[in-house]
């Protein structure tokens, strides 16, 4: 159980464009998910916490224009990096946490999205 | 100020020798504690997990972490290694007043000797 998904799990893409990444909880319901990023050799970076029906709350330093989170339902989070250029080429990894009391203190995560912009 | 400090950035030991990876928080609550192991280009893996109990927590793969209290430490271990385990390693916290936030350490990456 508590399986979480990522789509796509790489993508390339030109500078300019947008890029969708998707995350989904498998087989529980989340009403709060997380978005992290990953430079090669670093740890991870939380940039947003993303919650069911309300606006993303963004870390600090983190363009919410430029990383656009959309959590429209309990098991589906989205990020748009939006006007990608090569310096947003990172690995992208979100995570879960199970609704109610009990599974607020533990995250499952995604298998992560290598995004590389040309 | 709060924190996770994985002191050592890169440990390598010989296949068959014994592991210890060293995780130290800062926080004045004990926070829930984790390791988690990420293999290069995936995900993470969850090891082990402290909630509260039992200060011995075993996890998969042969991995297992002492919480100490009086040390503010919660330190990885296993008996004996092999060339797949291999990879980074990071410790992490949930502060209890967090809303489920998790702070990771830095990370430590292990190499395996033949």
């Known amino acids: 159980g508590a399986v979480v998904s990522q789509h796509p799990s790489r993508v390339i893409c030109k500078s300019g464009t947008s890029v969708k990444i998707e995350c989904r909880s498998l087989d529980f319901q989340a009403t709060t998910m997380f978005w992290y990023r990953q430079f090669p050799k670093q740890s991870l970076m939380l940039m947003a916490t993303s919650n069911e029906g309300s606006k993303a709350t963004y870390e600090q330093g983190v363009e919410k224009d430029k990383f656009l989170i959309n959590h429209a339902s309990l098991t589906l989070s989205t990020l748009t990096v939006t006007s990608a250029h090569p310096e947003d080429s990172s690995f992208y990894i979100c995570?879960?946490?199970?609704?109610?009391?009990?599974?607020?203190?533990?995250?499952?995560f995604g298998p992560g999205t290598r995004l590389t912009v040309l | 100020a709060q924190s996770v400090t994985q002191p050592d950035i890169h440990i390598t030991v010989s296949e068959g020798a014994s592991l210890e990876l060293r995780c130290n928080y800062s926080?004045?609550?004990?926070?829930?504690l984790f390791w988690y192991v990420q293999s290069p280009g995936q995900g993470l893996q969850l090891l082990l997990k402290y909630f509260s109990g039992d200060t011995l927590v075993q996890g998969i793969k042969g991995f297992e972490a002492e919480f100490k209290r009086s040390q503010s430490s919660f330190n990885l271990r296993k008996p004996s290694v092999h060339w797949s385990d291999a990879a980074e390693y990071f410790c992490?916290?949930?502060?209890?007043?967090?809303?489920?936030?998790?702070?990771f350490g830095s990370g430590t990456r292990l190499s395996i000797r033949p």
């Open positions: 992490a916290v949930v502060p209890k007043s967090s809303a489920s936030k998790i702070i």
């Open positions: 926080y004045g609550a004990t926070p829930y």
């Open positions: 995570s879960a946490t199970p609704s109610g009391l009990a599974g607020g203190r533990e995250q499952f």
